[in-house]
């Protein structure tokens, strides 16, 4: 390094902030790191060194780091990387983190930041840029000194955001890198994103009217925050006015957060959240604890819980997109795609291939991979079923929206809607509250109310399930299966596939958890009582080969 001072910084920044003692291996999985926060110090400013080098390996431009744990338990944190577009870190570079984390004592920590500077020919001269933020975790405090110390130690030049969105730190990091050319982002703050959420909603609603009120549980996280403030900037008079009630703001009991409440538990236990007070037919959605996913859902008279979850927001979004695409007169000149992973519910898929005639493509769950397929189209609409998702429109098709010629009224007005909807969904990643405003938009401009909404289509009744295992690495999937077989546990597979060609239209799928020390189980069938059945008989498997954890 210049004189050896980063590779001493480095050293230095280990001893303050030690590896714990531990003989597991630290793996930057589905969504970063993830673990218990106490755990997580000497990580987060190993994050930080390696967030430096990919800054200065990138021409200095920003890199992010954001520090949360998402839908986990209040005492979990987590880290990861965003690249310069918002994008998730190149999946190249996770072996890098992997390394750095599992370097030992500070002389190794040292020796590691200096051989992937030569590996990587990272010039330590040049100059490099980090911004950051955190959720609402008290053990986020700590980690924001342990990442700073990181990013110090290698001399890199670092902007700290405070406590924002998952999607928001995304949004200026995109902002950042792209302020200085002719396509900017946005302002490169967080009033920018409120500014630009908020003029392309006025404009998308031009022709509409809010459809009734809209309640959110924020899992007692930062979306309630960041919510409100997002509100302030929405017109609160007048036709457009809109009529949003936060529940679950509770961000000051730590431990609330994701209690009872929130998407994840919501979708995974197709349940009302503490505090639902919903009358049937109310419209009522949930955020995650870093507000980047969100699924809506309300009661029928009995009450029937109905949920509209990521497959239901992603079949909303393609058929109103390629509507305006159609009014607009521009359906020669791109295509829609969706792309799901293989927890998307059968109909869904069934719906977008046969009633909306789109491809579908079905990809391994997470975020990192349903982005990239999805770039590869000209609107690539991609959302997991848990609500984590958004739509990309290439910068082939932006340009070819912008420089179309309306040729009437009708053509004009679906132009400028298509318009606003390229500036009202966050391109870089999922976001909770981007999504609710084009889900909003949605409804409104269609006149929809959540009946019909879910009239479109009927789900496949599925369960969704968590079983505890002694090592989840032990459960590998089938290359190129998107995830939807597994290769170990030996014949395990096979026990799945004897259960599931039981039932009508049975469906079901093991998979290690990225993000907790589990393994999900998915299953779906025609009959509700089929997937309780298929569920226990799944669980015996798992009992058989004394797989499961008590
Ligand atoms: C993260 C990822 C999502 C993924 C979820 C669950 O979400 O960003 O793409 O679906 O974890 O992953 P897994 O089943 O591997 O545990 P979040 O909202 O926790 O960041």
């Given at each position: 390094s210049p004189d050896g001072k980063y590779e001493k910084g480095v050293h230095n920044a280990a001893e303050q902030f030690p590896r714990p003692k531990t003989s597991k291996d630290y793996i930057y999985g589905t969504a970063g790191f993830r673990m218990k926060g106490e755990e997580l110090p000497y990580i987060t400013m190993q994050v930080g060194v390696l967030a430096g080098m990919r800054?200065?390996?990138?021409?200095?431009?920003?890199?992010?780091?954001?520090?949360?744990?998402?839908?986990?338990?209040?005492?979990?944190?987590?880290?990861?990387?965003?690249?310069?577009?918002?994008?998730?870190?190149?999946?190249?570079?996770?072996?890098?983190?992997?390394?750095?984390a599992n370097a030992v004592d500070p002389s190794e920590a040292a020796n590691a930041y200096m051989w992937l500077v030569k590996e990587l020919k990272?010039?330590?001269?040049?100059?490099?840029?980090?911004?950051?933020?955190?959720?609402?975790?008290?053990?986020g405090e700590t980690l924001v000194k342990a990442l700073k110390a990181g990013l110090s130690a290698t001399g890199i030049d670092a902007c700290d955001y405070g406590i924002l969105t998952t999607p928001q730190l995304h949004y200026l990091v995109k902002a950042a890198n792209t302020q200085d050319t002719s396509h900017p982002y946005g302002e490169v703050s967080e009033e920018g994103y409120y500014k630009k959420l908020a003029?392309?909603?006025?404009?998308?609603?031009?022709?509409?009217?809010p459809a009734g009120q809209l309640t959110v549980d924020c899992a007692n996280g930062v979306g309630a925050p960041k919510l409100k403030e997002m509100l302030k900037h929405l017109p609160s008079e007048g036709k457009r006015a809109v009529n949003i009630r936060i529940v679950n703001d509770k961000i000051d009991k730590p431990e609330a957060l994701n209690e009872k409440c929130g998407a994840d538990h919501v979708k995974s236990g197709q349940r009302v959240p503490d505090g639902f007070d919903g009358k049937p037919y109310e419209r009522w959605a949930s955020f995650d604890g870093d507000a980047d996913r969100i699924v809506y859902y309300f009661n029928e008279e009995g009450p029937v819980f109905r949920l509209l979850d990521g497959d239901r927001i992603a079949t909303l979004a393609a058929s109103f997109i390629g509507e305006?695409?159609?009014?607009?007169?521009?359906?020669?000149?791109?295509?829609?795609?969706?792309?799901?992973?293989?927890?998307?519910?059968?109909?869904?898929?069934?719906?977008?291939?046969?009633?909306?005639?789109?491809?579908?493509?079905?990809?391994?769950?997470g975020?990192?991979?349903?982005?990239?397929?999805?770039?590869?189209s000209d609107v690539g609409v991609y959302f997991e079923a848990n609500g984590h998702g958004t739509v990309l429109f290439s910068p082939q098709t932006l340009k070819r929206i912008h420089n179309h010629k309306p040729e009437s009224p009708a053509?004009?007005?679906?132009?400028?809607?298509?318009?606003?909807?390229?500036?009202?969904?966050?391109?870089?990643?999922?976001?909770?509250?981007?999504?609710?405003?084009?889900?909003?938009?949605?409804?409104?401009?269609?006149?929809?109310s959540v009946k019909e909404w879910l009239a479109t289509y009927t789900d496949m009744p599925n369960r969704l399930a968590k079983v505890r295992v002694a090592d989840r690495t032990m459960f590998v999937c089938r290359p190129g299966s998107a995830e939807r077989k597994l290769d170990?546990?030996?014949?395990?597979?096979?026990?799945?596939?004897?259960?599931?060609?039981?039932?009508?239209?049975?469906?079901?799928?093991?998979?290690?958890?990225?993000?907790?020390?589990?393994?999900?189980?998915?299953?779906?069938?025609a009959e509700?009582?089929?997937?309780?059945?298929m569920m226990l008989e799944l669980n015996q498997a798992f009992e058989a080969r004394k797989l499961a954890q008590a």
């Open positions: 800054s200065r390996k990138c021409g200095g431009q920003v890199i992010g780091v954001m520090i949360t744990a998402s839908h986990n338990k209040a005492e979990d944190n987590g880290v990861k990387i965003v690249d310069p577009q918002g994008e998730m870190l190149e999946q190249e570079w996770e072996k890098h983190a992997t390394y750095l990272v010039d330590q001269k040049k100059p490099g840029k980090v911004f950051f933020a955190r959720d609402t975790r008290p053990s003029a392309a909603y006025k404009t998308a609603m031009d022709n509409a009217k305006l695409v159609h009014k607009a007169g521009l359906s020669d000149k791109m295509t829609i795609a969706v792309v799901q992973t293989a927890y998307a519910n059968g109909s869904s898929t069934k719906y977008i291939e046969q009633n909306l005639k789109l491809k579908v493509e079905c990809t391994a769950t975020v990192k991979h349903l982005h990239h397929t999805a770039a590869r053509q004009l007005e679906a132009l400028d809607t298509l318009k606003a909807l390229t500036d009202l969904i966050n391109q870089t990643v999922g976001d909770a509250i981007s999504d609710m405003l084009l889900v909003e938009v949605i409804l409104a401009n269609k006149e929809y170990e546990p030996k014949e395990f597979q096979d026990m799945i596939d004897a259960v599931v060609v039981k039932y009508k239209d049975g469906r079901a799928f093991v998979r290690p958890s990225g993000t907790e020390d589990v393994v999900r189980v998915y299953a779906e069938a509700s009582f089929d997937c309780d059945h």
